[in-house]
């Protein structure tokens, strides 16, 4: 046992030496460099995220356009044979038809002053060029080389949850009937839905359809037909999936019935999605689930996907022959997409509701229609206010719905989810339900009313239409 003096002497030399292994560190760090502070705050932490992830969203194509360019070679039909590409070009005026947006804060001020007196022209393939090296076209990325000709061509998530507003009504150009407030050049609105762009159009523009018809089977001439089946505003993300083109099950409006119905759902937007839980009109999964399979599989970009559901071969018959549902074991330095997910996700749960326009609904109206969307109408039964789904598994039958179980049967619950309501004036062009198969809010509210007997006079369906027009999230 120590004495008192040596247990002294014994810490003592201890404790030196621990001092001066700290001293040794300490100056061995101040050799290198200071060490990090580490900010724990959260809310700049939320900030940097949110700045990031929407970066991601308007601007980043994962790598994508070794597809679209590379391989669909989509950058030579926007070039057109006379600068060194095939057939005509696009246009701007061609591009604004098919609803590509422009941004006009891109544009430089002269090019501005230039357009708005009409002093460019909008049937020059070169135009278009010059608008992608301005970064100026809402989802789509030219990468040029350096004698100026385009080298290929990615896309991003703004291409599709992106339009624009009505700053600049004079610089729509044609007959182009665009969503309600937005127009064809003017500031972003990021997430909206753009229900203008013909998405099957332009990939049917591309040379080169290989890559899809040896997935699906099928000639390019059918993959061509398929694509230009779709109809503005619309995607098939399943396509790819399950080879369905179109629904052979009997479609209703209320007035008329229609079977082969193609098979694209309607771009839904990509803000609301906060406090909800499964997402994509048949409830794919969460929002990061759908990021990542959308930036893999849809848009093609260099990354990792998984999900085991993709492997049953009865329902994605094409998914499981090419094993979309391990997709592949890369480096974690060569995926482009994994890393950017959590930033993707705040970004889009961040998005603050757009709010419907002064004079767009009638308040009174409104006021009324609350009464009835909570009571005789049952709709706050799925459509829980304020997140305007049902909390927690927002799934339902199409029995319940009182529609085909198509769309529901292309997905691993066999499901419509409850779409989440708020902001719907932001979309109204196109229809409503998945399809757009209910033209109107008219035909959607007569569509319950049936489905539920609910016997809602004329004027409650009407104010609840105001109502539903009146609805932010
Ligand atoms: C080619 C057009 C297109 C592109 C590009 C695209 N989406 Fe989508 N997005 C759609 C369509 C169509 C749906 C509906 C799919 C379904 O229900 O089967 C959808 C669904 C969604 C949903 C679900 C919304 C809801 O109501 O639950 C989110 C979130 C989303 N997309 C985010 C993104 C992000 C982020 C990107 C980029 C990584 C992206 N999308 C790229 C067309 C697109
Ligand atoms: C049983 C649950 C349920 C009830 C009750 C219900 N809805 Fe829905 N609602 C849904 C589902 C599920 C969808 C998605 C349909 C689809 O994907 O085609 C939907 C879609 C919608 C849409 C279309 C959204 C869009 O973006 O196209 C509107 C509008 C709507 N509902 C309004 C109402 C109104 C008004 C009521 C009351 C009269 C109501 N709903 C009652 C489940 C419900």
């Known amino acids: 046992m120590l004495r008192p003096t040596q247990w002294l002497v014994v810490t003592g030399g201890i404790l030196w030496i621990a001092t001066a292994t700290l001293a040794v560190s300490g100056a061995r760090q101040e050799n290198h460099k200071k060490p990090k502070m580490i900010d724990q705050d959260p809310v700049k932490n939320a900030t940097a995220k949110v700045e990031r992830g929407r970066h991601t969203f308007r601007f980043d194509t994962f790598g994508d356009q070794a597809f679209w360019g590379d391989t669909l070679k989509l950058h030579q039909a926007i070039e057109g044979a006379a600068l060194g590409g095939v057939g005509p070009g696009v246009s701007p ?97 990021d997430a909206w839905s753009n229900r203008d762009l013909n998405v099957g159009a332009i990939v049917a523009l591309a040379p080169d359809l290989t890559a899809f018809s040896t997935v699906l089977g099928v000639d390019q001439t059918t993959v061509r037909k398929v694509l230009q089946s779709w109809g503005p505003g619309k995607f098939d993300a399943e396509l790819i999936l399950d080879g369905k083109a179109s629904n052979p099950q009997q479609v209703s409006d209320g007035v008329v019935t229609r079977t082969n119905v193609p098979g694209a759902t309607l771009i839904p937007p990509a803000f609301g999605l906060g406090g909800v839980n499964l997402h994509t009109w048949t409830g794919w999964g969460s929002v990061p689930h759908w990021n990542a399979f959308v930036a893999n599989l849809e848009m093609h970009g260099v990354g990792r996907f998984f999900d085991p559901r993709l492997e049953n071969a009865a329902q994605f018959p094409i998914a499981a022959a090419h094993g979309f549902g391990d997709l592949p074991h890369i480096i974690p330095d060569d995926d482009l997409i994994t890393s950017k997910l959590s930033d993707l996700q705040f970004y889009q749960l961040a998005i603050p509701s757009p709010q419907p326009p002064a004079g767009s609904f009638d308040q009174a109206a409104a006021m009324r229609g609350d009464e009835l969307f909570s009571g005789k109408a049952k709709c706050n039964s799925c459509h829980v206010e304020p997140s305007w789904t049902d909390p927690g598994w927002n799934l339902h039958t199409p029995a319940e719905i009182c529609i085909d179980a198509f769309q529901a049967n292309r997905a691993p619950d066999l499901r419509y989810r409850t779409s989440p309501i708020g902001a719907i004036f932001t979309h109204t062009k196109g229809g409503f339900y998945h399809d757009g198969r209910f033209a109107t809010l008219t035909a959607v509210v007569d569509h319950y009313n049936t489905c539920m007997n609910l016997n809602l006079a004329p004027g409650e369906k009407g104010d609840l239409i105001q109502y539903l027009l009146s609805l932010t999230f």
Do not use: M, Y
């Open 93 to 189: 005026r061609t591009a604004l038809a098919v609803g590509l947006k422009v941004d006009i804060d891109a544009l430089p001020d002269e090019i501005r002053g230039r357009l708005a007196r009409g002093a460019i022209s909008l049937d020059n393939p070169a135009v278009t060029l010059a608008l992608l090296k301005l970064n100026a076209v809402l989802g789509v990325t030219g990468v040029f080389n350096s004698s100026g000709s385009l080298q290929s061509v990615g896309i991003q998530c703004a291409l599709c949850h992106s339009t624009v507003d009505n700053s600049n009504p004079s610089l729509c150009v044609g007959a182009i009937v665009p969503n309600p407030g937005t127009g064809c050049i003017g500031h972003r609105l």
